[in-house]
C-alpha cells in the first residue's frame, strides 16, 4: 500500500513539473495544447475515496493553475474530470470496481477499456477547461476543434506513457 501511495506522490510531482516546464509551451497552431497532467487522476486507484478523488484533482489543478497564470480554469476543470469519473468506470465497464483491480491501467484491463475511459475523461476536462476559457459561445466550434485536437494529443502522450511504463495490454 506505501508502495502504491509513493508512486502516486512521484507522479503527482512529476507531472505537474512535466505540464508546467515542457508542456505548458507547447501550442501548435494556436488549437493543440496538451494536458498530461489529467494521466494522475485516470490513474487513481479504484478503491479511492469520492471526497479524496476531489481534493486530489483541486489540489493538482490549483498547482496547474498557479504555475500557468490561469486562475482556477484547471482546478475547476480537473475537479469536474474527477467528479465523473466513477461515472465513466461504470459506464465503460459492466463490472463492479472492486473486481476491476487495484487501479485502472491498460495492461490490466485492456486497451479497449482504457481508450474509452480516457477519451472520455479527458474529453470532459478539454471541453469544460478551453469554456470556461473562453466563456462565450461566439466561437463555439473553433473551441470545439481546439477541444478535440487537444485531447488527441492528450490521450496520445496518455498512451504512450501507458505503455512505456506499463507495458503492453492484455487486449
Same mark, same amino acid.
Given at each position: ?8 506522490? $512521484? +507522479?503527482?510531482?512529476?507531472?505537474? @513539473?512535466?505540464? $508546467? ?6 501550442? @501548435? =497552431? !494556436?488549437y493543440?495544447n496538451?494536458?498530461?497532467? $489529467?494521466?494522475?487522476?485516470? @490513474?487513481?486507484? /479504484? ?24 486562475? !482556477? ?14 461515472? $465513466?468506470? +461504470? ?8 473486481? @476491476? =483491480? ?20 479527458? *474529453? ?10 473562453i ?20 490521450? =496520445?502522450?496518455?498512451? *504512450?506513457?501507458? *505503455?512505456? /511504463?506499463? !507495458? +503492453?495490454?492484455?487486449?
Amino acid at each position: 500500500m506505501t508502495n502504491l501511495v509513493s508512486r502516486n506522490i $512521484v +507522479r503527482f510531482f512529476f507531472l505537474i @513539473l512535466f505540464q $508546467v516546464l515542457i508542456l505548458n509551451h507547447i501550442n @501548435l =497552431g !494556436g488549437y493543440t495544447n496538451p494536458y498530461i497532467y $489529467v494521466y494522475f487522476i485516470l @490513474l487513481l486507484p /479504484f478503491a479511492t475515496p469520492r471526497w479524496l478523488l476531489l481534493i486530489l484533482a483541486f489540489i493538482m489543478g490549483l498547482s496547474i493553475d498557479l504555475f500557468s497564470n490561469t486562475p !482556477g480554469l484547471n482546478a475547476a476543470a480537473t475537479v469536474l474530470m474527477a467528479f465523473f469519473r466513477p461515472f $465513466v468506470i +461504470r459506464a465503460v465497464s459492466n463490472i463492479p470496481e472492486e473486481e @476491476l =483491480g487495484i487501479q485502472p491501467s491498460m495492461r490490466i484491463l485492456g486497451f479497449k477499456w482504457f481508450l474509452s475511459y480516457a477519451t472520455i475523461l479527458v *474529453l470532459i476536462h478539454n471541453f469544460a477547461l478551453f469554456y470556461l476559457e473562453i466563456f462565450r459561445f461566439a466561437e463555439f466550434f473553433q473551441t470545439l476543434l481546439r477541444v478535440i485536437l487537444s485531447a488527441v494529443f492528450t490521450l =496520445g502522450l496518455i498512451l *504512450l506513457s501507458e *505503455l512505456m /511504463f506499463y !507495458g +503492453r495490454s492484455k487486449k
